[in-house]
């Protein structure tokens, strides 16, 4: 039995639901959201809650049940008040820049990478080179941070790369040099 599936998800005022069928459509202040949902979960809208129900008792079924009540549940609280991913970019020389929907990184390489953002995230650098992804799309925005995360992993030895705001590296200590002689 899913824990998390058996929640009801609760709509705050200002955010319509729309089911048809398998397709769900939530609208926000922030825009609208659109996902179709498997056809082993029954959705329905009970008040101002929204309640999903498995058809069977499979495995499968009770985990596509949790699954499927936090990725609409993700939906209503994007729409109403977004998600947002930092990052940092640490090292000498490293720089961030961020023009429109471009993301130029200076990080180690011999040419600046250019990232192009994907529709509905916006960017914003700040001057000690943090950069913050947001948007209403919690998968696009967390896929976004991991691909520029890509870019320049963290290293061990001087932490310099690009991380999350929240991460912790594990910092190895280098070579003993001349002390083993």
């Not at 490293?94 to 250019?114: C, D, H, I, K, Q």
């Amino acid at each position: 039995m899913s824990r998390i599936g058996k929640q009801p998800i609760p709509v705050p005022g200002g955010v319509k639901v729309e089911i048809q069928g398998t397709h769900i459509k939530v609208t926000g202040s922030k825009g609208s959201l659109e996902r179709d949902i498997r056809p082993e979960i029954d959705i329905k809208q009970e008040g101002d809650e929204l309640v999903l129900t498995p058809k069977g008792n499979s495995k499968r079924v009770m985990a596509f049940w949790g699954l499927t009540r936090s990725l609409i549940s993700n939906m209503v609280d994007g729409v109403e008040k977004g998600f947002e991913k930092k990052l940092i970019v640490e090292g000498v020389g490293y720089r961030a820049n961020a023009s429109g929907s471009n993301l130029t990184l200076s990080v180690g390489y011999s040419n600046p990478v250019e990232f192009t953002l994907p529709e509905g995230v916006a960017i914003n650098v700040d001057k000690d080179n943090s950069i913050t992804l947001s948007g209403i799309d919690k998968e696009l925005v967390g896929m976004t941070a991991a691909q520029i995360r890509q870019i320049r992993k963290p290293e061990p030895y001087k932490g310099k790369g690009i991380r999350y705001i929240d991460e912790h590296i594990v910092r190895k200590v280098g070579k003993s040099g001349a002390a083993a002689a």
